[in-house]
Structures are given as structure tokens and as C-alpha cells.
């Protein structure tokens, strides 16, 4: 099992940047596949980024294509979102998620953090 913990979350004001860290503990990182969901008021989760194990390979979705950038650093356990140009539609709770498959599906992630609030006013 994987232990997953977020920080970096704040209030921005649009067009501004945030990074988010997800920092695991227990199991061997760099076995797991990580992702990072989102969760808006009133909104159902969704799908923001993941990256492969060894961090070759990432997809985002498309109305953060451009502007988020999910990256890995298996020496130090950790996983990154740096976010840039914020808008107010990305408000949401971030989590992160580790597991076996890699992909957009929250069902390939057995292990989920308990997230960090983002908040950007216009």
C-alpha cells in the first residue's frame, strides 16, 4: 500500500500559478502510476493529469492542456502539479491518486490523498 499526502493549495487570483506536491509514503513509488484529480463545487470529480511510473509519459485533460504540467521525482517519492494562468473554473479540491494502470480513469487508482484546496477569484 501507498500513503498519499498533498500540500501547496491556496487562493490565487486569475492568470495566476500554484504547485502542487503529492509526497507518498509506504510502498515503492516508483511502482505505482499517479494521477491527479479534481473535484469543484457541485461538480463530480474529474480527471486532471497522470503520469507514467517512470514519468515518460503524461495526458491531460483537455481544459488544462497547456497550462498544467504533471511531473515525478521517484528518488524523492514525489509527484508535482505546477499549475499557470489559473482561472476560475479550475476551484476545486486536488487529489492525488496512485495505482497499477496508467491512465484518465479514476477506476486504474486504488490509493487517493485527501486533497488540497485551490480557490482562484476573478
Known amino acids: 500500500q501507498v500513503q498519499l499526502v498533498e500540500s501547496g493549495g491556496g487562493a490565487v487570483q486569475a492568470g495566476g500559478s500554484l504547485r502542487l506536491t503529492c509526497t507518498a509514503s509506504g510502498d515503492t513509488f516508483a511502482n505505482y502510476a499517479m494521477g491527479w484529480f479534481r473535484q469543484g463545487p457541485g461538480r463530480e470529480r474529474e480527471y486532471v493529469a497522470a ?3 517512470g514519468g515518460g509519459h503524461r495526458i491531460y485533460a483537455d481544459p488544462v ?3 498544467f504540467t504533471i511531473s515525478r521525482d521517484n528518488d524523492k517519492n514525489t509527484m508535482y502539479l505546477q499549475m499557470n494562468d489559473l482561472k476560475p473554473e479550475d476551484t476545486a479540491v ?3 491518486a496512485a ?3 496508467y491512465g484518465s480513469s479514476a477506476d486504474w487508482f ?3 490523498g485527501r486533497g488540497t484546496q485551490v480557490t482562484v477569484s476573478s
Open 51 to 53: 503520469i507514467n511510473w
Open 65 to 67: 492542456q497547456g497550462r
Open 94 to 96: 486536488y487529489f492525488c
Open 99 to 101: 495505482g497499477s494502470d
Open 110 to 112: 486504488d490509493y487517493w
